[in-house]
């Protein structure tokens, strides 16, 4: 006979994983019109900026900070180049590496998509010190969980 114990640790609600996953979504569907705006995609907005940040990477080195596998970003990249937003060129040192520059058109865009963080602080309702704190606190969580992989 099934229980229905409103105290179990298998509720939906209260699961961290849960609140995680539902936010991620729902953080995602905001930027969407956002990033529309500017003729991206969420995955694309990241290279992005990590691109803003330092010109010039390898794929290897976007894929690692963003923690993801460098076959799923090889497609994300040649969209990003079809569109004209950067480049990829093959290392001179090692041709098995391919570094990624931002063209004219790449650097320019990040000028319209500065206004987007504190569209998101708006809509949170939370000041940015409160909302920085979460991040914070994100990020520890997250190293801690990377420590514990196997």
């Known amino acids: 006979m099934p229980q229905n114990d409103?105290?179990?640790t298998l509720q939906l609600d209260d699961q961290l994983c849960f609140a995680l996953y539902s936010t991620s979504l729902l953080m995602t569907k905001f930027y969407k019109p956002l990033l529309q705006a500017l003729g991206l995609t969420y995955p694309q907005y990241l290279v992005m900026m990590t691109l803003w940040e330092e010109d010039g990477l390898s794929a290897g080195t976007i894929s690692r900070r963003l923690m993801t596998d460098t076959g799923s970003l090889t497609p994300l990249f040649k969209r990003l180049e079809g569109d004209g937003l950067l480049r990829r060129v093959r290392s001179t040192t090692d041709e098995r590496v391919v570094e990624l520059f931002l063209t004219d058109e790449g650097r320019a865009l990040r000028a319209r998509a500065e206004e987007i963080p504190d569209c998101v602080v708006m809509a949170s309702g939370e000041s940015f010190d409160e909302l920085?704190?979460?991040?914070?606190?994100?990020?520890?969580?997250r190293e801690k969980l990377q420590v514990a992989m196997p």
């Not at 920085?132 to 969580?141: C, F, I, M, P, Y």
């Open 6 to 8: 409103t105290c179990s």
């Open 132 to 141: 920085n704190a979460l991040k914070v606190r994100l990020e520890t969580l």
